[in-house]
């Protein structure tokens, strides 16, 4: 028996001892289903801010064939969720933009709205100037006849009743003359206020101009209307010229025959830059890619380096600073003492310009 009582004795202790075990690894597994519950609750979080970070855009665009290339950036991107497209004249005549505009959508299989705005500047009549893009703004290459028609509607209410469905969410892309934006702050400047943010390709930047010597393409055709949209106040990012000339961001012929082999995009915007790629060759350069460029300032935040905070106000006297946008830095001291208002501008003074390329030839390929 005594032989019997030892094993037993020493069973019923590992049993006590599991059993206690069982009970000691009871904080363990809260500890455990706590750190799942973290877990998913970060994943949730996660998942949540992420659709949070989605950025809910608006483009008004004056659709020429970087303006589509922009475009397809953001239909491809999965931080924006694109409301809808807004035209004005420009790079080409309006319903062209349109029509441009539903190709670049089409090619990504993105449907989203596309309406009609502004036929000239507020002001002034429209500027003649060289159509860089081709006749169609798409190089003259009779791309796609798209399935979708422009919508009846007007582009500025469209603007205004999307900001005022969604207060504070909503942000504009604006990679043309800024006359629409200028139209929907003149007509209801409250809802306007609640635009979350605009992004602009647009200006000199710090540089020199290429409509004149002075004046960015965008603002040349309205100053009236830029001049209203930067003391607007809202807060605008802005990508000018002096960013998208940096060599390392343009196209090459060799970056064109690797979109031309590419995906449906790249094979796309390789004939639609016929006409752009052949008007920078003309004078043994590499094709800038502003509007793109301006797009990737949401699609590939980590591309932008370097802001500088500003406010700035458009030349409208119908001279040769037409269109010349002065820039006042915050903490720069001015001796003329000039009347400024709030620094709401961020001027992009320095971009990571081989991970804009990249980024570019990614989309485009593959
Ligand atoms: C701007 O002018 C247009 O040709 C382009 O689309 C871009 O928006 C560059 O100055
Ligand atoms: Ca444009």
Request: charged fraction near 20%; charge should be negative.
């Amino acid at each position: 028996m005594k032989h019997i009582r030892k094993p037993i004795i020493l069973i019923t202790a590992v049993l006590l001892l599991l059993l206690c075990g069982c009970s000691t690894a009871t904080p363990d597994n809260t500890a455990d289903q706590a750190t799942e519950a973290t877990a998913s609750t970060t994943a949730e979080t996660t998942a949540q801010s992420s659709t949070a970070q989605r950025h809910k855009v608006i483009i008004d665009t004056d659709t020429g064939s970087d303006d589509a290339a922009g475009m397809i950036l953001a239909a491809s991107s999965d931080r924006l969720d694109i409301l809808g497209v807004t035209v004005l004249y420009g790079n080409v005549p309006l319903h062209q933009a349109a029509e441009n505009s539903l190709q670049a959508l089409e090619v990504c299989n993105v449907n989203a709205p596309v309406y009609i705005g502004a036929d000239k500047p507020l002001k002034k009549e429209r500027k003649e100037m060289i159509s860089v893009h081709g006749a169609d703004g798409m190089g003259d290459q009779n791309l796609i006849h798209p399935k979708h028609d422009e919508e009846k509607g007007d582009a500025i209410d469209f603007i205004l009743d999307a900001i005022k469905s969604d207060p504070g969410e909503v942000e504009i892309i604006a990679l043309g003359p800024l006359t629409n934006i200028a139209l929907a702050l003149q007509k209801d400047p409250d809802t306007m206020k609640l635009c979350k943010h605009i992004w602009v390709m647009g200006t000199t930047g710090f540089g020199a101009g290429n409509a004149t010597p002075v004046a960015e393409f965008n603002v040349y055709n309205d100053a009236e209307a830029y001049d209203i949209v930067l003391r607007s106040e809202l807060p605008i990012t802005i990508l000018g010229l002096d960013m998208i000339k940096q060599e390392e961001a343009r196209l090459t012929a060799d970056d064109i025959s690797k979109m031309a082999n590419g995906n449906k995009k790249g094979v796309f915007m390789s004939k639609a830059f016929t006409k752009l790629f052949a008007f920078y060759q003309k004078s043994g350069q590499n094709m800038m890619l502003p509007d793109p460029m301006a797009v990737a300032c949401l699609t590939m935040p980590d591309m932008v380096l370097e802001t500088k905070s500003c406010y700035g106000a458009a030349c409208t006297d119908s001279d040769a600073t037409y269109g010349q946008v002065i820039l006042y830095q915050e903490g720069a001291v001015y001796e003329a003492m000039p009347e400024i208002g709030s620094y709401n501008l961020e001027i992009v003074t320095k971009i990571d310009t081989k991970l804009f390329k990249d980024y570019f030839m990614s989309v485009m390929t593959d």
